[in-house]
């Protein structure tokens, strides 16, 4: 994907919150699984799960599988990670 620096687990985290998304408790009440974080779009009732809470960056392939994950296209990727 071309047009941002690859962003850490953190910081993808914390743009998809900037954008609206909020931290879905699962079972328990825990915050996602281990050290994932799963987030809710509550605007369009979807569930994106599994984004490593990491300083490192993350790799092309999964941000690739988030953003098929939140159903939005390359460009609205882009202008999210780069609103972070």
Same mark, same amino acid.
């Given at each position: 994907?071309? #047009?941002?620096?690859?962003?850490?687990?953190?910081?993808?985290?914390?743009?998809? *919150?900037? !954008? #609206?998304? !909020? &931290?879905?408790?699962?079972? $328990?009440?825990? +915050?996602?699984?281990?050290?994932?974080?799963?987030?809710?779009? %509550?605007? $369009?009732?979807?569930?994106?799960?599994?984004? %490593?809470?990491?300083?490192?960056?993350?790799?092309?392939? *999964?941000?690739?599988?988030?953003?098929?994950?939140?159903? &939005?296209?390359?460009?609205?990727?882009? &202008?999210? +990670?780069? $609103?972070?």
């Amino acid at each position: 994907m071309n #047009g941002y620096s690859i962003p850490s687990g953190k910081r993808l985290i914390k743009a998809l *919150l900037k !954008k #609206g998304y !909020k &931290i879905h408790k699962g079972r $328990n009440g825990k +915050l996602g699984k281990g050290s994932h974080i799963s987030l809710f779009d %509550p605007l $369009n009732k979807l569930n994106v799960t599994v984004i %490593p809470d990491t300083s490192n960056d993350l790799s092309k392939g *999964l941000l690739s599988a988030i953003r098929r994950q939140l159903n &939005i296209s390359k460009k609205e990727f882009i &202008i999210i +990670l780069n $609103n972070s």
